[in-house]
């Protein structure tokens, strides 16, 4: 019975080997060690960064942003730059402006340069709101009634007009 308490304990990951799960891209695997110590620790900034982090890789970014704010409300630089993603995959321009331009300044002050990953967000930010700033919302008055696999070629629109496309 003892043997196998102590095999239950050697096969625990420490917070540390979470760490390196992190920096390797395992967010999964590391993601339960880091809400277990931030279950005890709920204001660690890093703690809030790091589960923050992986709940956006793993594709939950509702359960991520409060844990990236409370990282970046307590100063964790690389904090604005996820919530940043984050804003830009809500088609929330606007706010992922403003988060990549406090990223920025982070950076400035602690003197140290754009990431290439950061600058091509930027550049991204720019290409969606211009490319917003071209979209017409259509209002279809007709009804046709076509197969959803057929519904682009329903619509016949001159050159001047435009095109309509999936996305």
Sequence with gaps: ?????????????????????????D???????????LASKPKDASLNHWVG??????????????????????????APRYLAEIAFRKYDFEGAESYI??????LKKSRKTMPEGAQAMID????????????????????????KEDFFRAYRLTPESGSLNTA
Excluded: N, W
């Excluded at 967010?27 to 110590?37: C, D, I, K, M, Y």
């Design 27 to 37: 967010f999964a695997g590391a993601l339960p060690v880091f809400q277990e110590a």
């Design 53 to 78: 982090v992986c709940l956006m890789q793993e594709g939950r970014d509702d359960e991520a942003v409060p844990h990236l704010k409370i990282a970046d409300t307590k100063g964790i630089a690389e």
């Design 124 to 147: 991204r930010i720019d290409l969606a709101k211009t490319m917003l700033d071209r979209v017409e919302r259509i209002v279809i008055i007709d009804s046709v009634t076509v197969d």
């Design 101 to 106: 331009a406090k990223y920025e300044k982070a």
């Design 1 to 25: 019975m003892s043997f196998l308490c102590v095999g239950a304990f050697a096969g625990a990951v420490t917070l540390d080997e979470a760490k390196e799960m992190y920096l390797q891209g």
